[in-house]
Nanobody, 115 residues
Framework: QVQLVESGGGLVQAGGSLRLSCAASGMIVAINAMGWYRQADGKQRELVAYISMSGTTNYGDSVKGRFTISRDNAKNTVTLQMNSLKPEDTAVYYC?????????WGQGTQVTVSS
């Protein structure tokens, strides 16, 4: 089992920045990828960013050039730096991790961007 705990959400004005962090615990040695998804009201959950154990990253089209994902393997954390935030970035952001083929989710953290 893997446990994921997010932090760093909140309210920010359009154009501002926020940093989300996710701390992993449990079967951390088996984690081979981590990332962030988000779900806005009435919409499907979508990929925000993903990073593999080797550092390969992938971003959703809507956040490319504005968001940056990074991970600290020694601290078992993954961070999402969000810049130039837009009202359409408003959503609940979920940390995700994959270990031994199974996906794990955090409880989610709310990000609200006001116009």
């Amino acid at each position: 089992q893997v446990q994921l705990v997010e932090s760093g959400g909140g309210l920010v004005q359009a154009g501002g920045s926020l940093r989300l962090s996710c701390a992993a615990s449990g079967m951390i040695v088996a984690i081979n990828a981590m990332g962030w998804y988000r779900q806005a009201d009435g919409k499907q959950r979508e990929l925000v960013a993903y990073i593999s154990m080797s550092g390969t990253t992938n971003y959703g089209d809507s956040v490319k050039g504005r968001f940056t994902i990074s991970r600290d393997n020694a601290k078992n954390t993954v961070t999402l730096q969000m810049n130039s935030l837009k009202p359409e970035d408003t959503a609940v952001y979920y940390c995700w991790g994959r270990a031994r083929g199974d996906g794990y989710w955090g409880q989610g953290t709310q990000v609200t961007v006001s116009s």
